[in-house]
């Protein structure tokens, strides 16, 4: 199935998100149109590269960001990695979730958010 392909179907079961958009540093961002808000994660591909992933550091909710700003670290067993914000804004919300279980982000990196970004 293409990545393209994918995203339509992925969006499609979160109506009022559009469709994922992804950076070349591999971060994926999605859009809630209703609340100007946005998920971030990696993908699939990024996690592969990654390799197990053992730990998830993520930022406070209330921070404020500018774009290409680091917004989170995963440390696997073979590296650790920033993961960057594709826009400004400030933190809403983190998934407690991945930083809990950060296996969850290999087995499900394309469903795995990080944070939810107020943008600006």
């Excluded at 540093?25 to 996690?47: C, L, P, R």
């Excluded at 804004?89 to 469903?111: F, H, R, S, Y």
């Amino acid at each position: 199935m293409s990545m393209r392909r994918f995203a339509r179907l992925f969006s499609s079961m979160h109506c009022h998100y559009s469709a994922l958009r992804f950076t070349k540093s591999h971060e994926w961002i999605q859009y809630d149109v209703n609340t100007k808000t946005a998920k971030i994660g990696i993908t699939n591909y990024a996690q592969q590269q990654l390799g197990e992933i053992i730990h998830v550091e993520l930022e406070r909710v209330g921070k404020k960001f500018n774009q290409n700003d680091s917004i989170s670290v995963l440390e696997s067993v073979k590296i650790a990695a920033d993961v960057y914000t594709p826009v400004s804004g400030t933190i809403k919300a983190i998934n407690q979730a991945v930083e809990k279980e950060p296996w969850l982000i290999n087995d499900k990196a394309m469903e795995s958010w990080l944070v939810e970004i107020a943008f600006t």
